[in-house]
């Protein structure tokens, strides 16, 4: 059982134990913080609790001025869950969160992602360490495109490089070829650890359903991407507009190779030096 913010799906919180929970809002004292909501009102400081309850997960609205959303994919979304109100003591609306795969949702960009998989107590849980006991190394062939990918990460940015600026590292790879690289490095990664694999689908729904992207890929087998029917070509425009919204296919392998230190400062020697910068 697992819960986290999807623009930062590296720090993920778990709930091994009956009782485990969390608060999230904008508020620093809260265990999860939405950031983009903390330089707005819109979301409370402590909009919400997150507990484990007999062997699923449940989730308060703390808030007294806004709802919360619970949706899951492919399915209608449930009523919210209305604010508390102020002058009543009960501690706010609560519910089970449904499904292995859900969503809650409130203002300022407020999206978390709940994994929760119910297995009867006698059963064993999966490991927390597993992806960091499961993590291959990069191969030395695609070092280079996974340097230039980590190299704004590796800089204290919140977003791994884009095409274009991965091009601008490695001066001597045509446009294809670091497409074709990158895929590599993603499906080497979205193949040996299941739980980031997890991580991307949860985080390509949600967009596909707020963004209205008609083409989301999925991973079918072996972290290779199906993609759906094409758009109709009157509408590219608009489907290039929405999916520059979006965060970068690649988005959570770049977190997890420099959060699991396979790629550091050091490896920035591999790429074109360019004018003002180190290497």
């Not at 703390?62 to 449930?78: A, F, N, R, Y």
């Not at 407020?110 to 119910?118: E, H, K, N, T």
């Amino acid at each position: 059982m697992s819960v986290w913010y999807l623009f930062e799906p590296d720090e993920v919180f778990t709930f091994a134990h009956e009782g485990d929970r969390i608060t999230f809002g904008r508020d620093d004292d809260c265990d999860l913080i939405i950031f983009s909501a903390i330089n707005g009102e819109s979301l409370s400081r402590v909009a919400g609790r997150i507990w484990r309850y007999e062997g699923e997960l449940w989730v308060r609205n703390l808030s007294e001025k806004h709802e919360l959303w619970i949706t899951q994919p492919g399915l209608p979304p449930l009523p919210p869950l209305p604010p508390r109100d102020p002058a009543r003591p009960d501690p706010g609306p609560a519910q089970s969160i449904p499904g292995d795969l859900a969503y809650i949702q409130g203002p300022d960009g407020c999206a978390l992602v709940v994994a929760q998989q119910r297995v009867e107590p006698a059963l064993p849980t999966v490991l927390d360490d597993r992806p960091t006991t499961s993590m291959p190394p990069v191969p030395h062939e695609l070092r280079p495109v996974a340097a230039a990918l980590c190299e704004p990460l590796l800089r204290g940015k919140q977003l791994p490089a884009s095409y274009e600026e991965v091009q601008r590292r490695l001066v001597n790879r045509s446009r294809k070829q670091i497409r074709d690289l990158v895929k590599r490095l993603c499906s080497r990664y979205l193949t040996e650890i299941p739980e980031l694999r997890e991580r991307v689908e949860a985080r390509l729904r949600l967009e596909e359903r707020e963004l209205g992207l008609p083409a989301t890929p999925s991973f079918v087998h072996k972290g290779v991407w199906y993609f759906g029917a094409a758009a109709d070509p009157e509408d590219d425009v608009e489907i290039r507009r929405r999916r520059a919204l979006a965060l970068p296919d690649y988005y959570e392998v770049a977190h997890l190779l420099v959060r699991r230190r396979q790629i550091t400062a050091d490896d920035l020697h591999l790429l074109t030096p360019r004018a003002g910068l180190p290497g």
